[in-house]
């Protein structure tokens, strides 16, 4: 098949999957939403005031036309200003997302860099000790909850009762003049890092180890053994290459789980202004234009990410676009 | 896998009784087994009123260390930890219960039905189904499932279902299309049976061993995950549960008492860790294609 044919297939394909997921986040948050007549208006509201309030958020109106309306919010990433804080959504997640990714960053790429060694290794020691002792330890890594580690850490890292290294809360990682300062944000960055690694080593690890097993017992890597080549050869070459496909699905399908869901609960209890905050806040709050926003976006942006990876995995292996 | 001598392949129950017998010999398997078993015992204790009881009951001793009467301490109410602990162990089960009995069923029953008739318009609009439910992280969509149903007692235990079934689907989907190729349901047709008795008598029982891997990695997703929606606000309303006591406790931590944070995360965390054992060893027990391995 022609490369922009493809490319073009797999665009179309990703219409209906925007659309329901619009669909759906329209429908819990605005269709079937709580009522925010009275939640805007101030006591014994006139009844000119309550219809204007209603067709100001657009009750008067039709499913469809509601939906529309919604659709060309995300289209234009202008929702409007958020019930609680007397500021544009669109402001606030501009703000928040650098914060959220400066964050996230450093413990997703080390969370997969030191599973992929332990894993190589375990692979390479499999049934022996060293395979079995990672793996044990993968399963308990796995079995501690994320909402534990982040308090044990803080506790071990950032309190009095540990090792109080680093600070309990908070984001400064601007100086007085307002430049961007590496040491406050090294200081900031790690306990949360640490507690990413740990969470998400024991989960990767099993993945790549079994990823790896998988690739060792492919007829290719026993001739390229058999012509005497290193087995660090043999792991960057012929493994490692091969098994591209299944990584970057699992790296791109864990970027909203560890961006959304990981910062969520680290950016809550770290009181880091990101993402993860403001959507923490808004679900307290119960604020609906932050909260519509952020699940419409994320749910698109996820779309596009899976699209476009369907569309590199053709450039990994050719073989694909025969399917 | 498939037999060449079909006089040695064993008839149907022993393949389960191997199964069980390739079960028994792991032995990290057997002790999560054992360790499932015990906090099932302990949430039955709080069904039938035995223990557990008195985990609301508020006292003068706040604060207070482990001790004879209060054998975990007591919280900054001066409520019973230990009480607390063993009542959210049967909230936790009652949570993975429902969520993974319901998300089970809903996944074998829509997975299947897509698997079978594959390429038709019902598969192409459940694969779509689950495709949009996948693309919505999945935190959001609990808080907007919590947000639509207006804080409803079982909001959080809805969403889980709605997101969860999507993944037992999708394996038993790719199982049924694999097993309606091979022969004995190419003789089941030829003996005149309705596609639908082929589907429920022949198909589905052949992907038990799959339906029974999945409820056990659910039944663990859905407890940890209940601790986290607790914590956030979003998750048991009524009663107690581990989440909830994590959540309570990080005010306690700051003035150094531990006995909530410490009680509800090793509870939670031996469950977690009896069930990833339990499962793992299921699933060497009841893969075929493992089990041909360990043969060879």
């Known amino acids: 098949m022609n490369t922009w044919l493809f490319i073009g297939k797999k665009l179309l394909e990703g219409i209906p999957l925007v659309l329901g997921v619009t669909l759906v986040s329209f429908m819990l948050m605005v269709h079937f939403g709580p009522d925010l007549t009275y939640s805007l208006l101030s006591k014994n509201a006139s009844p000119e005031a309550i219809n204007e309030i209603r067709s100001v958020l657009g009750y008067d109106q039709p499913f469809w036309q509601r939906y529309l309306h919604y659709l060309s919010e995300l289209l234009r990433f202008d929702f409007g200003l958020s019930m609680v804080k007397d500021q544009p959504v669109s402001t606030m997640l501009q703000e928040a997302m650098p914060v959220s990714l400066l964050l996230m960053l450093p413990g997703f790429v080390l969370g997969n860099l030191l599973a992929l060694v332990l894993a190589s290794k375990a692979a390479q020691h499999r049934g022996q000790w060293q395979d079995k002792t990672i793996m044990a330890v993968a399963v308990m890594g796995m079995s501690i909850s994320f909402l534990i580690v982040i308090i044990g850490f803080q506790l071990i890292f950032s309190s009095s009762y540990g090792l109080n290294w680093f600070p309990v809360r908070g984001w400064q990682v601007f100086d007085a003049e307002g ?78 789980l560890v961006v959304i869901s990981g910062s969520l609960l680290i950016e809550s209890y770290f009181g880091i202004p990101g993402i993860g905050m403001v959507t923490y806040d808004a679900i307290v709050a119960g604020d609906q234009p932050v909260l519509k926003a952020i699940v419409g976006l994320t749910a698109v942006l996820f779309v596009a990410v899976l699209t476009g990876a369907e569309i590199l995995y053709r450039w990994f292996d050719p073989r694909i676009a025969l399917k | 896998m498939t037999a060449i001598n079909p006089s040695i392949q064993p008839p149907h129950a022993s393949l389960w009784l191997k199964s069980w017998q390739h079960f028994k010999q792991d032995r990290i398997g057997m002790l999560g087994l054992l360790i499932v078993l015990l906090y099932f015992l302990l949430a039955c204790g709080v069904w039938l009123g035995l223990w557990g009881q008195g985990w609301s009951e508020i006292s003068a001793q706040f604060n207070q260390g482990p001790s004879a009467s209060h054998w975990l301490g007591t919280n900054a109410i001066g409520q019973d930890v230990a009480e607390r602990g063993i009542y959210a162990t049967k909230v936790a089960f009652e949570v993975g219960l429902v969520v993974t009995v319901l998300a089970t069923l809903l996944g074998v029953l829509l997975g299947a039905v897509a698997g079978f008739y594959q390429g038709s318009w019902i598969d192409a609009l459940l694969l779509w189904v689950m495709g949009v439910l996948d693309s919505i992280p999945f935190y959001l969509f609990v808080a907007a499932v919590a947000y639509a149903m207006a804080e409803h007692v079982f909001a959080m235990h809805m969403a889980m279902i709605a997101v969860f079934w999507t993944t037992v689907a999708r394996i038993i989907r790719s199982e049924v299309i694999a097993l309606k190729q091979l022969e004995f349901v190419e003789a089941a047709q030829a003996m005149g049976q309705h596609h639908r008795a082929i589907l429920w008598a022949h198909i589905i029982p052949n992907t038990s061993h799959l339906i029974i891997i999945q409820t056990t990695l659910i039944f663990v997703t859905a407890i940890k995950t209940e601790v986290i929606l607790s914590f956030l606000g979003i998750g048991i309303k009524n009663g107690i549960s581990w989440g909830l006591m994590i959540a309570e406790s990080t005010n306690d931590i700051q003035a150094g008492y531990f006995n909530n944070f410490l009680t509800a995360s090793l509870l939670l965390f031996v469950l977690v860790i009896g069930f990833n054992f339990f499962s793992d060893a299921l699933q060497d027990a009841l893969d075929p294609k493992i089990n041909s391995h360990h043969a060879k």
Do not use: C
Not at chain 1, 208 to 228: I, M, P, Q, S, W
């Open chain 1, 179 to 256: 430049h961007f300062s590496w040491l406050a944000y090294a200081k900031y960055v790690t306990v949360p890092t640490l507690a990413i690694v740990f969470v998400s080593l024991g989960y990767n690890t099993r993945f790549y180890r079994a990823v790896l097993v998988e690739e060792l017992n492919k007829d290719h890597v026993t001739t390229a053994r058999a012509f005497g080549h290193g087995p660090g050869a043999i792991q960057y070459k012929y493994m490692l290459k091969n098994a591209l496909v299944p990584i970057t699905t699992r790296v791109l399908f864990s970027i909203p």
